[in-house]
């Protein structure tokens, strides 16, 4: 007997009435019209049954932290790094696990079951790292928890900061982080590109840089990137996250750059709730978006993901772990409103990310793990309109959250008694 049976689901890639059955915490089968028993049997009524939400950019040492010690009234990416700085002396190991776990369940009602967070090293006492490190232990049943070692103050501008990022990694940090537009002179800044990418290749690490977050079209770090990942054969191990700056770039030089970073295999990451935000804060009018050239990467043959980034913390002062938020952001500044645009944005929160972070065994294919999110919404598009309620969130085949559906009761003559908001399709 199987021990979960998923009938009649639709699936992201639009097949229909599809049947997923779980045994041993894995997917035994997917096809259509499976019979077998199973001592849990959900019918998912032609619902959107999903892999897991993947946030592959996050800053969990800082979440829910908003107002602590006061609120980022500029919202520039500046004043929070410096607000962030303040915050510093307070923090306590406790504090930081509490809130990071808290921010976990908001995660798992959500469906997001895989995150990949940057970590402060700038403090010798590696007090973020060694809290993020203990949250990474205790949701590892249900969270596939990545951290990146990320020097916030800048690897060379903060003194012992190459030695604090070290003995992160010694301690079991996973990605070797960066941010070289932080460093005090765009030469510091190639030079931090070199050092750390070659960190990574020394210790067979992954790479996840904070790369141009800045409306400056000079910040160029991105290419630096590109090369050295050639270089040292990192290709597909490394990633580049924000982009901001190729918003603003001249188009003749983005056309050479991004077959530099397709050549390099470079991940990419936007964070569109905060690129929007953070981004343009120095424009009168017009105004510009901020957020890194989206649709024209995916055409280049890159990966690239949608991550949250933030979540009430000194940069941003909303979120709560939607995936589906995100995208929808990101569809809307992008401009990708056609069926297969949307469905690119869909993609950049599951699969995509997923291949930045290496996760293994995830989809909905046989052999894989049986995590899932069924969604109320029939298809990808309505899922990111909706911003569709989970109706129920499966890890290794245990439902681990459910919520109900949003059905909204009508007193209105002549019309029918309720409404779920799904179209009639």
Known sequence: MLDLLIRNASLPDG??????????????????????PAAEVVDAQGLLLSPPFVDPHFHMDATLSYGMPRVNESG?????????????????????????????????????????????????????????????????????LQLVAFPQDGVLRTPGGLDNLKRALDLGVDVVGGIPHFERTMADGAESVRILCELAAERGKLVDMHCDESDDPMSRHVETLAYHTQRLGLQGRVTGSHLTSMHSMDNYYVSKLMALMAEAQLGVVSNPLINITIQGRHDTYPKRRGMTRVPELMAAGLTVAFGHDCVMDPWYSLGSGDALEVASMGLHVAQMTSRAGMQQCFDAITCNPARLLGLQGYGIEKGAHADFVLLHAKDPVEALRLKATRLGVWRRGQRIASTPAPVATLNVPGRPGSTTLLSAR
């Open 15 to 36: 097949r229909k009435n599809m049947s997923v059955a779980v045994q041993d915490g894995k997917i035994a089968e997917v096809s259509e019209g499976l019979q077998p």
């Open 76 to 144: 520039t990416l500046l004043e929070g790094i410096a607000l962030w700085g303040e915050l510093k002396p307070q923090l306590t190991h406790e504090a930081l696990v509490e809130r990071a776990l808290a921010y976990c369940d908001w995660a798992v009602a959500r469906g997001l079951l895989a995150i990949r967070s940057h970590v402060d090293t700038s403090d010798p006492s590696l007090l973020p790292v060694e809290a993020m490190l203990d949250v990474q232990k205790r949701v590892a049943p249900y969270i596939d």
